[in-house]
């Protein structure tokens, strides 16, 4: 059971908006600590997507935004993509846990 | 530019040992600190272990406190994670990260491709 909890799978059509929510506690969101965003394509290396709750990194589309409020964060992606279908990870760090944590992922379809 | 590249993975015992190897370039490596983040099969990721820059202060997950190592060698531009007593809970994907900055509310922005370790008998 991972620390920050995302929803096993998301879908949506080409063209739409799709957003995944990553919930977490008091002593990692809520504690200040910012949300990190990474896309993994199947077979390959986690990238970064957002890092500092809003923030691409440069040659990340402007198609994909963050946010966080509170103890809760969420991705979105608008005019979906059929090479945006992949595995998303929300990540912070938790003052309690002395460590980083991950959502347990989010796979996009793209149908 | 910048590249992380694993080596050292493979099919090992339970109660063996392994060492990994992850060799940079593209950035000044001395620099930097250092992570080894797992992935089980199917599974999501996890922190394995963590180095500052000069090596002198080192934190591990609890699931591997005590049986691995973190190391690094700036001369070489190397970082290594030494495995030994080895469990099947063990096998994963083992990455190499590049934590963009700090320690605490840091993202990884730079990940190498991966090295697969299994553990069975």
């Known amino acids: 059971q991972s620390v920050l909890t995302q929803p096993p799978s998301v879908s949506g059509a080409p063209g739409q908006r799709v957003t995944i929510s990553c919930t977490g506690s008091?002593?990692?969101?809520?504690?200040?600590?910012?949300v990190h965003w990474y896309q993994q394509l199947p077979g390959t290396a986690p990238k970064l997507l957002i890092y500092?709750?809003?923030n691409r990194p440069s040659g990340v589309p402007g198609r994909f935004s963050g946010s966080k409020s509170g103890t809760s964060a969420s991705l979105a992606i608008t005019g979906l993509q059929a090479e945006d279908e992949a595995d998303y990870y929300c990540?912070?760090?938790?003052?309690?846990?002395?460590?980083?944590?991950f959502g347990g992922g989010t796979k996009l379809t793209v149908l | 530019q910048v590249q992380l590249v694993e080596s050292g993975g493979g099919l090992v015992k339970p109660g063996g040992s392994l060492r990994l190897s992850c060799a940079v370039s593209?950035?000044?490596?001395?620099?930097?600190?250092m992570i080894w983040i797992r992935q089980a099969p199917g599974k999501g990721l996890e922190w394995v272990a963590y180095?500052?820059?000069?090596?002198?202060?080192?934190y591990y997950a609890d699931s591997v406190k005590g049986r691995f190592t973190i190391s690094r060698d700036n001369a070489k531009n190397s970082l290594y994670l030494q495995m030994n007593s080895l469990r099947a809970e063990d096998t994963a994907v083992y990455y190499c990260?590049?934590?963009?900055?700090?320690?605490?509310?840091?993202?990884?922005?730079?990940w190498g491709q991966g090295t697969l370790v299994t553990v069975s008998s």
């Open positions: 990260a590049r934590p963009m900055a700090g320690v605490t509310s840091t993202p990884f922005d730079y």
């Open positions: 593209g950035f000044t490596f001395s620099d930097h600190y």
């Open positions: 180095t500052t820059s000069s090596g002198r202060t080192i």
């Open positions: 008091s002593s990692n969101f809520g504690a200040g600590y910012d």
């Open positions: 500092g709750n809003t």
């Open positions: 990540q912070s760090y938790d003052t309690s846990l002395s460590g980083w944590v």
